[in-house]
């Protein structure tokens, strides 16, 4: 679960709830464990915020290395949908994968390089103020904390960055996308096994807490190398395909007059939707989900209208003929949507279920011809 807390550079920045948990324990374990070490005299509180001002700067950093990503791939031409901040950093969502490799070596890079740059200036900060200082010690950690991610986002395993610069390198080689993600990626699930393993031992060895979040980075990376890849090849078994492909031609709407009671019995029980459209004289008024239906009393079903129990269509609900269905799919994930509804010249037309993407892409992933979808690049 993710909550919207602004933009930057005009890209949407969420963030997970997991985020702040791990913000939350950051700051703790910095401020009783690295701070504490340094000012034994300080009293824990002035220890502990110290830890949430480093932990801050910190995580500002992890911010700046996604927006580096995203600024080099909007250059690109590569659609940002936006940055979702989470328990291990922060992810840019791009809605399509590089045109070329030069532009994946340079999409990748720049987020290591950002935050290898951030390392040098809060590095620089903290010698200026003097590393024995509490504003020196915050610099230093920042600093110190940079070059960690940096450097392992260069590892070569997909979708770290390092994977991705990999991947750059086999597909100008090889002239072939997907065969360098299928590489890359179990590139990937190796780094995630040998992290687990590593936790796993380090575990064993007294180090609970280092070995824990070892084996949590490793599941991670496992994990993501593999959703990676499987991403790909939805996106090219629906590659070409637009809304007008797929979509089912006329809506059954609800009219506002239409009774809670007419709207269960004659369609929500009747088709197991669980949204309908309120339309009138052609216009969209609004959706009724089911949810909205359980919320009401059934003793007032017979009496209340759906215009009452009806809420606003939001953009994120709407489609055109011509958008990519890939681009849909992505949206019904990221917004927890069944169905989208597809406008035409203001008017509904239609509409695209989830359901049925699900059908039609295991139909055109098992007939797409191999040797084809390997060529492809």
Known sequence: ???RIGK?????????????????????????????????????????????????????TLLAHELAHSYVA????????????????????????PATPGDEFRMAIAGPATSLAAAAAFGLLGAIAGKTTLLGAVFTYVAIANILVGLFNLL???????????????????????????????LGQALGWMMIIGGISSFLGGNMLGGVWLVFLGWFLNNAAQTAYRQLQMRRAFEGLLVEDVMTLGVEAVTPETTVEDIVRDYFLRTHADVYPVVKNDSLLGIVRLDEVRDLPQHDWPLVQVSRIAKPVEDALLTGTKEPVWNVLIRMGEQNQSTIFVMDGGRLVGSVRQEYLAKLLKFRMGVEEPHRLGNRT
Do not use: H, Q
């Open 74 to 97: 909007r250059k690109a031409g590569i659609p940002i949908a936006g940055i979702t901040l989470f328990i291990f950093g922060g992810v840019a969502r791009m809605k399509d994968e």
């Open 156 to 186: 070569p395993g997909f979708p770290l960055d390092g994977g991705r610069v990999f991947r750059s390198f086999l597909w100008y080689t090889t002239g072939n996308l997907r065969r360098a993600t299928r590489i890359s990626s179990l």
């Open 8 to 60: 930057l550079l005009g890209i949407p920045i969420d963030v997970d709830l997991s985020w702040i948990v791990v913000f939350v324990l950051v700051a703790y374990s910095i401020g009783v464990g690295y701070f504490s070490a340094f000012f034994p005299w300080l009293r824990p509180g002035t220890n502990l915020l110290l830890g949430v001002i480093a932990t801050a700067l910190f995580f500002g």
């Open 1 to 3: 679960m993710s909550f």
